[in-house]
């Protein structure tokens, strides 16, 4: 059976939901899927990156009220989905709206970022392992998905770039600080095993591959000890690398180009700028701009 039509029987026979809001449900996903369908991913293969950057994408577009009903319906219909075992995780467990004031979670300070990036990691296969981690994500603003992904052949270690299958299969080259080039290398100099080019770069202590909650893990424990009293998500650094380079001028395409972002009103919201403001930034940074 199809997941939305089955998604629509759920509503109306398990949850007693009238036929309008089943409807309203239903429609919040037929649209989506849509979106991904250009994309060639179907509602079953997605990540919570995926999610948020759709989200990011129609942010703009509907009122904050109309987004924390489509969050709800994306939220109902996975738990169905992993409930009849259609799926093996739930990518939407986690899934927040925003708040009553419309404001997504931020990015770090420069204050913050700095914490993460001076701090004093232990010379150890894990402190230089979460060292190249932190670097890695500042300096290419890479999804936690694409980073615990990467393969050493995926590294050009001369070129200082990194080659990324996003969304879509969609592959990106992007470059990457010689400062996260040194540390990824000298994390893979210390590690006894794992060192072919198809061998993922960033494991656990034991050898696997990093999953999406391990980094998380090793981002909490990093903030505690650098002061950083509040959550910090792998995202809330992808959306710092964004921040910190529109904040310096960079051209708003070559930006969206390297988040991976099919749409510019989802770059606005990473950016967590109006788009006057994007406007701005870009006609002053813009060679070809005339103010």
Request: aromatic share 8%; glycine share 6%.
């Amino acid at each position: 059976m199809d997941s939305i039509k089955l998604f629509h029987d759920f509503l109306l026979h398990e949850k007693r939901y009238s036929i309008k809001t089943a409807d309203s449900y239903c429609l919040d996903i037929e649209l989506m899927r849509r979106y991904f369908a250009e994309l060639d991913l179907d509602l079953t293969e997605l990540s919570k990156d995926d999610l948020k950057d759709y989200l990011g994408s129609i942010y703009s577009e509907v009122k904050a009220s109309s987004l924390r009903r489509k969050i709800v319906s994306i939220r109902q219909f996975y738990l169905l989905l992993h409930k009849r075992k259609i799926i093996e995780d739930n990518p939407a467990l986690t899934l927040t709206g925003p708040k009553k004031d419309g404001v997504l979670p931020g990015a770090l300070t420069r204050e913050e970022m700095a914490r993460l990036i001076e701090y004093n990691y232990p010379q150890n296969l894990k402190g230089l392992r979460d060292r190249a981690i932190i670097e890695m994500l500042y300096s290419s603003g890479v999804r936690v998905g694409e980073l615990i992904s990467l393969k050493i052949k995926d590294m050009d270690f001369k070129g200082k770039t990194v080659s990324v299958l996003g969304k879509g299969k969609k592959e990106r080259l992007l470059p990457v600080t010689s400062q996260a080039i040194d540390s990824i290398e000298n994390y893979l100099m210390k590690r006894p095993t794992g060192k072919e080019k198809d061998s993922i770069i960033f494991c656990n202590l034991k050898g696997e591959p990093l999953t999406e909650r391990g980094v998380q893990y090793i981002i909490d424990t990093l903030a505690k000890n650098c002061g950083i009293y509040r959550k910090i998500t792998p995202h809330m650094l992808r959306h710092s690398f964004a921040t910190h380079f529109l904040e310096n001028g960079m051209n708003l395409r070559y930006l969206q180009s390297l988040l991976g972002h099919s749409n510019l009103s989802t770059t606005e919201i990473y950016t967590h700028l109006s788009i006057e403001e994007l406007t701005k930034v870009y006609r002053k940074a813009h060679p070809g701009s005339k103010n």
